[in-house]
């Protein structure tokens, strides 16, 4: 499991999706609670959710917003930090 399966995961989560297999909550969890990278990066998915929702309120849009409008985002959001090396572990 590397950072860029735990975005995934994460990414899932925030759309309320299962998690992808191989990931549980709690791994999920534990590589948060050790990763700042990955947790920076679960903040900006959040932030970048609700600005999303909210600018869709904003337009009177009676629905809420494409899911696939919102997983292009964080795909972009993802492809916008290249892979980082792995932090070694302590
Ligand atoms: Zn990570």
Do not use: F
């Not at 299962?18 to 909550?25: H, K, N, Q, R, S």
């Not at 534990?30 to 990955?38: G, S």
């Not at 999303?52 to 959001?77: C, M, S, Y």
């Amino acid at each position: 499991m590397n950072c860029s399966d735990y975005r995934t995961a994460l990414s899932c989560r925030l759309d309320g999706e299962p998690l992808p297999e191989g990931i549980d909550e709690r791994s999920l969890e534990e590589h948060l609670a050790q990763c700042p990278r990955c947790r920076e990066w679960e903040r900006r998915a959040k932030r970048l959710r609700e600005e999303t929702q909210e600018r869709a309120a904003g337009d009177h849009i009676p629905q809420a917003p494409d899911p696939e409008v919102v997983r292009r985002i964080l795909k972009a959001l993802q492809s916008e930090e290249p892979e980082q090396p792995e932090q070694p572990e302590q």
